[in-house]
């Protein structure tokens, strides 16, 4: 299992990231690299919930994943679970708000990605490939969180 974790320091409330972060509508509208999402599941974001993301390469290419939310304490964390290819992942997302200092009212999200080989061909590949795949997931996550502060 591989393991890429990122934190980021957002100059907006809690309320506000959490928001724009859980709204799946309007993902595609501040995620640069995604280019269209399918809610599959109506109500309000939280556990079951379910969506369908489509992401840009940097080869032109896209790929398009499915997200399912495990679990969810609203305004604090959620976990997200995507089967993958050779490998299935799992995206824990929490937000803590900044009570003191300069940075009173703002949000420190931290976003963790474990990746779990599910055949045997996943598994090579993250032996071969494991530090190019974090290196690629930690700027993936990157440019999500600041994505997300820009849009919140």
Not at 5 to 33: F, G, K, Q, S
Request: glycine fraction near 10%; proline fraction near 3%; charged fraction near 20%.
């Amino acid at each position: 299992m591989s393991t890429v974790a990122v934190t980021r320091m957002i100059e907006a409330p809690v309320a506000a990231v959490w928001n724009v972060c859980t709204d799946l509508a309007r993902r595609h509208e501040w995620l640069t690299a995604v280019t269209r999402v399918e809610v599959r599941t109506a109500g309000q974001f939280g556990a079951g919930t379910i969506w369908r993301e489509t992401r840009q390469m940097s080869d032109g290419g896209e790929i398009t994943e499915e997200f399912r939310v495990d679990e969810c304490a609203a305004q604090q964390r959620f976990v997200v679970t995507s089967p993958g290819i050779g490998a299935d992942y799992r995206m824990t997302y929490t937000f803590m708000p900044i009570v003191a200092g300069r940075h009173k009212g703002s949000t420190m999200i931290t976003a963790i990605q474990d990746g779990n080989p599910t055949a045997p061909s996943g598994r090579f590949l993250a032996l071969i490939f494991g530090g190019l795949a974090a290196e690629t997931a930690e700027g993936a996550l990157r440019r999500d969180l600041d994505d997300l502060a820009a849009a919140a």
